[in-house]
């Protein structure tokens, strides 16, 4: 819960104004500031406080206990200009809490955090737990100075700028251990424990099994993802509670599902019982993964719980980015995001280019020129299946004419896979123009690289005799010069010589151009591949200059 504090006239607007955007997630507390900032304090996970740095600080500094627990405070000008992370940046999402202020309000986020400010994720604020000289580490990354990675378990960590070397370093483990000097343990959740019970286990029972078993393994409880079991124990006591103590979910498979999982150490007692003859090891192994410890019974007589560890590794993940048709302003929010947490980045190298300025330090660039999409597509999924998080980027959106499809041929269920829409170069056309995609409408790429011209030539009559507003991509090369006037005569066909057809060139970038002509007047040798060519239906008219296709015929009916 969030809770918003406000001391004038002008702070409450602002509160409101947050409070109505956000009314599952904040609380107003009213009455006498110094009280409310108290209550608050004490009952929230963050604050956004309409009031002046100074005076929070004051008001807060008597409350501090630990960083650790502290909720994140946030402080709002009066005049709404800027949002302030005062006190968890990192720990209490101050500093993300700030940006969705900002967002709502119109504030300009203002964070001061060393590894925000020079875009280094920060150590703390990868989403595992973890142990060790967190502030040293993070201190030598900023500076500069060598810092090495031991990775002894895959995860896809966003960009880091390690080194092979290093008095100080990163470790991503699941082993139990305490962390060396200059040294910090990452702990991700790569451990899934398969639990069996009879009827009435007691929590203890299931919890001191499992805490034994990792213990005697080497294995760090912090890294356990979940606890899974049979669906006929779904609501166990022991092993609900023991899920509840390790704050991990209970994750459940059905009998028949767990009858045919390969175990080591099967057994007549669970197949009498719940219809299976292993419910530990073949829970634990269901999701996949390498059995590290095999089936257990708990101390007690007669022993009441089972269970089993599965090392399940990290899943590489793909996002596939589109970028927009080039305007900065036209990249989306999550595209930046997904940049910004990619560790390794492939694409076209005039699409890096257009975004090298947004990736954080440390990301690996694999980069290659025109007519390699196959090869960039497969360089990408390798990637994510050594455990790393991979960004794909294209242009316009990526599944259009773009790195989404190669990318998912490529691709299994062995990875995850983030699509990012973008801005088609149809859609960036379409708003220079006017409104030509305002009915139904289709796009056509030219090219005949990939496509055989008869299949592209069947589409462009088939667009002609179902009256489709047409988009064309790929229009006309230095190769291609035919393949245009060819597609313009077909549509010439069912259409008439006036009928408005839109030209755009570049759209959204610095040297964009755009007109507005007739499929008669049109002349195919002023068209490359830079440019978009739309192409009006029978009921598309120029209005001012601009084309526009009507939504529906009757409103133009009765216009004339």
Not at 56 to 62: D, E, H, M, Q
Not at 207 to 214: F, H, Q, S
Not at 397 to 402: E, K, L, P, S
Not at 455 to 469: C, H, S, T, Y
Request: with cysteine; proline share 7%; hydrophobic share 45%.
């Amino acid at each position: 819960m969030i809770g918003l504090i406000s001391a004038t006239a002008a702070g409450e607007a602002a509160r409101d104004r947050l409070a109505a955007a956000w009314p599952e997630r904040t609380r107003v507390y009213d009455g006498p500031v110094a009280d409310a900032v108290r209550r608050a304090f004490g009952e929230c996970e963050q604050l956004v406080c309409f009031l002046a740095t100074g005076a929070v600080v004051r008001l807060v500094a008597p409350l501090l206990a630990d960083k650790a627990s502290d909720p994140g405070v946030v402080c709002v000008d009066e005049a709404a200009r800027f949002a302030v992370p005062l006190l968890g940046g990192h720990g209490g999402g101050a500093n993300a809490l700030a940006g969705e202020v900002g967002e709502v309000l119109g504030a300009r986020p203002v964070v001061t955090t060393a590894t925000d400010a020079v875009g280094l994720p920060g150590l703390d604020t990868l989403g595992l737990p973890y142990e060790g000289d967190v502030a040293g580490v993070t201190r030598a990354l900023l500076d500069g100075e060598p810092v090495a990675l031991n990775a002894e378990v895959a995860w896809p960590l966003p960009p880091l700028p390690f080194t092979g070397r290093g008095d100080r370093r990163v470790r991503v483990t699941d082993r139990a251990g305490e962390p060396a000097d200059g040294e910090v343990l990452l702990r991700p959740p790569t451990l899934v424990v398969g639990v069996g019970a009879s009827r009435g286990a007691p929590v203890a029972e299931v919890l001191d099994l499992i805490e034994g078993t990792l213990r005697e393994a080497g294995l760090s409880p912090r890294s356990v993802a979940e606890l899974a079991t049979v669906d006929a124990k779904s609501e166990e006591p022991g092993i609900v509670g023991a899920a509840a103590r390790l704050g991990v979910p209970v994750v459940t498979y059905p009998a028949e599902e767990l009858a045919a999982v390969e175990v080591p150490n099967p057994s007549a007692a669970p197949l009498a019982a719940v219809g299976t003859p292993s419910v530990a090891e073949a829970a634990a192994l269901a999701g996949g993964g390498e059995l590290l410890v095999p089936k257990r019974k708990s101390a007690a007589r007669p022993a009441m719980a089972t269970c089993a560890v599965v090392r399940r590794p990290g899943r590489g993940r793909l996002a596939v980015v589109g970028l927009g048709p080039g305007a900065r302003d036209l990249l989306t929010p999550r595209a930046k995001a997904e940049l910004r947490r990619a560790s390794v980045l492939v694409g076209l190298d005039q699409y890096v280019d257009q975004i090298r300025d947004l990736l954080r330090p440390g990301t690996r660039i694999l980069e290659s020129g025109l007519g390699a999409e196959e090869e960039r597509a497969r360089t990408a999924v390798a990637e994510a299946r050594e455990g790393r998080a991979v960004a794909l980027i294209g242009s316009g959106d990526a599944g259009v004419y773009a790195m989404a499809s190669p990318a998912l041929a490529e691709a299994s269920d062995d990875i995850d896979v983030v699509g990012v829409p973008g801005v088609t170069a149809a859609l960036a056309a379409g708003a220079i123009l006017g409104a030509p995609l305002g009915h139904d409408h289709m796009s056509i790429s030219l090219s005949d690289l990939h496509t055989p011209w008869e299949v592209i030539e069947r589409r462009v009559r088939a667009a002609a005799e179902a009256d489709l507003v047409v988009t064309f991509y790929n229009p006309r090369s230095r190769g291609r010069d035919w393949q245009l006037p060819k597609a313009l005569a077909i549509l010439a066909g069912h259409r008439a010589p006036a009928t408005p057809v839109g030209v755009v060139r570049n759209a959204s970038r610095a040297d964009e151009s755009s007109r507005v002509t007739t499929l008669g007047a049109l002349d195919p040798a002023t068209v490359d591949m830079m440019t978009v060519v739309t192409v009006g239906n029978t009921a598309t008219r120029i209005i001012a200059g601009r084309m526009v296709t009507p939504r529906g015929y009757r409103w133009q009916e009765d216009s004339k």
